[in-house]
């Protein structure tokens, strides 16, 4: 019985080598390109960064301790920072101070005739503007909390007390613990369907009871 023998030619085995540093070759200029534009783009050590930042506000001890106080004043800090250079952000809340939860609780606490502010679903279109200062009960307006923030403009304090009012109202004060439930709750049975599941409780968790 004869043997039979593949022959293979040079070339092919050459050519396949050839194809594979070119594959390598492409590889390795598209992660150098992709890393020199999230250079430009950002900081390289953003996550450290972050990390950083949330241990100086004790964010993260807050969040294991189910401290809600600290998590706002880190949301509110970092809304801030919408429309506008972080730069300017930053010198304007230097300048003039922060939305922060003990302040609007103190102010919620002292009694308020706003009906607006009786929960977070009476809130809705409140229209506070800063420049003009209105509102859309202006009859209360003088006696009202929700400009005594100096923030940069009026829908920054709007903010500031729906999300105060949401934690309160919608949260039973515990923002952290409400996160935990929502995400148990979407996830309770896995299966395929786990994602639209998760669409239906974000859009139903701020509607009333």
Known sequence: MLATTTLRHPQSSQRRTKIRKEEGSAINHAVRLIYAICGLAGSPTLIEEIRAELRADKVRAA?????????????????????ISDQDADEYMEKHGRARSRQIKHGLD??????????????????????????????????????KHDLRNGRLNQTAYSLFLFIRDVADGDLVGWIDRQLHEANDPPGADRLAR????????????
């Open 110 to 147: 002292r009694g308020v005739s706003c009906p607006k502010l009786k929960s977070y679903w009476h809130f809705h279109d409140c229209r506070y503007d800063k420049i003009s200062c209105t509102c859309a009960e202006p009859d209360h307006i003088g006696r009202c909390p929700v400009p």
């Open 198 to 209: 998760m669409r239906a409780v974000g859009q139903n968790a701020s509607k009333p009871d």
């Open 63 to 83: 969040i294991r301790n189910r401290d809600t106080g600290p998590v706002f004043d880190w949301l509110m800090s970092a809304l801030s920072y919408q429309g």
